[in-house]
């Protein structure tokens, strides 16, 4: 089940670009222009976080968070420009949970939307136990088996299952798949990424040499299939 985003920000232009892009992540994206508008949405629809711009016009951030922390701790993530940033810090002390800087790097606000929602993620409320065919994967008692029968994986062999199977079907570079798991604390994994990869797939595939669950998309990455 995909995360939704709610992006709220009085430029058409942010809006589109940042739905387009977190949408091709996998994330399901809403949008608003102004703090009035996302309050009404977020009281009906409910997101999983929220990227908030500080200046717009009707109900501007701050007045936004100190209505909305009233009523939920949904994460919320400040986007504010340069020329803003120390106000920023008056977001957090309104109830945010993280902001970016205006110019920001797409896979840098990425990365922190990821280690917000991994840090804020309450157990129990999002896909706590993974299956496909003969896999199954249990995120809170960190347990993998195939078969039925208990495998033993490394923390970077969990976490890289549990990012493919997340999102069955959809193709992972290596650049996207480094950066997960980054996000999860490990370092040092592009040059090393296929020996986790083979790793990883001679515990749980039938004939690792001919994978059926961790596939290999050719000049782009890997993919998780369900069909075993």
Known sequence: MAYSI?????Q?????LLQEYLEEQGFHVSTAADGQSALYMTRHDPP???LLDIMMPKMDGYQFLQQYRKERQ??????TAREEETDAVLGLDLGADDYVVKPFRMRELLARIRAVLRRTQEPGKKSEILRAAEITLDEITHTVTVHENPVNLTPIEFNMLATLMRSPGRV???DELVD??????F???SSTLNVHIRNLRTKIETDPENPHYI???????YRFTKSG
């Open 215 to 221: 596939e290999t998309v050719f000049g782009v990455g």
């Open 180 to 185: 997960c798991l980054m996000d999860c604390g």
């Open 12 to 16: 058409s232009s942010v809006r589109q």
């Open 74 to 79: 949904t994460p919320v993530i400040i986007i």
């Open 48 to 50: 999983d976080l929220i």
């Open 187 to 189: 370092s040092g994994l």
């Open 172 to 174: 992972f570079t290596r």
């Open 6 to 10: 709610m992006v709220v920000d009085d």
